[in-house]
């Protein structure tokens, strides 16, 4: 059963998506990284959380206080980037991607994220 993008459901399943990956889990060992996304959609901002401890991954809705970067988009610009139809490097060069924080970090980790979409391939989402 498909569930809808940025909901509650959407997080539990990417978060077990991504837990239970082997080739995810590699790139994530003894990793740490939090990080906000908020999505500018129709119906006003969704924020959202990707937290990373050691290897455990949590995607969660809402809003992390300590977060280490901010990475904010439209709605359209975060569902490609779900999908893996654009990746963030070329969306943050088109300007469709702003990011605030240490960004530093974020391209040190670029092959942790290069992992999540073959990780997330089996969640089925509605747009």
């Given at each position: 059963?498909?569930?809808?993008?940025?909901?509650e459901d959407?997080?539990?399943?990417?978060?077990?998506a991504?837990?239970s990956?082997d080739a995810?889990?590699?790139?994530?060992g003894?990793?740490t990284?939090?990080?906000?996304?908020?999505v500018?959609?129709p119906?006003?901002?969704t924020?959202?959380?990707?937290?990373?401890d050691s290897g455990t991954?949590e995607?969660a809705?809402?809003?992390?206080?300590d977060?280490?970067?901010t990475?904010t988009s439209?709605y359209d610009?975060?569902?490609?980037l779900?999908?893996?139809?654009?990746?963030?490097?070329a969306?943050?060069?088109s300007?469709?991607?702003?990011?605030q924080g240490?960004?530093?970090?974020?391209m040190q980790?670029?092959?942790?994220?290069?992992a999540?979409?073959a990780?997330?391939k089996?969640?089925?989402?509605?747009?």
């Amino acid at each position: 059963m498909a569930v809808k993008y940025l909901s509650e459901d959407w997080a539990k399943e990417v978060t077990q998506a991504l837990n239970s990956n082997d080739a995810f889990q590699q790139q994530a060992g003894g990793k740490t990284v939090k990080l906000q996304q908020v999505v500018q959609g129709p119906d006003g901002e969704t924020k959202y959380y990707f937290k990373l401890d050691s290897g455990t991954v949590e995607v969660a809705i809402g809003e992390l206080a300590d977060a280490e970067a901010t990475l904010t988009s439209d709605y359209d610009t975060s569902a490609q980037l779900s999908r893996a139809e654009v990746n963030a490097t070329a969306a943050y060069m088109s300007g469709k991607l702003k990011i605030q924080g240490d960004l530093m970090k974020l391209m040190q980790l670029q092959g942790l994220f290069n992992a999540m979409p073959a990780a997330v391939k089996d969640v089925d989402v509605e747009y």
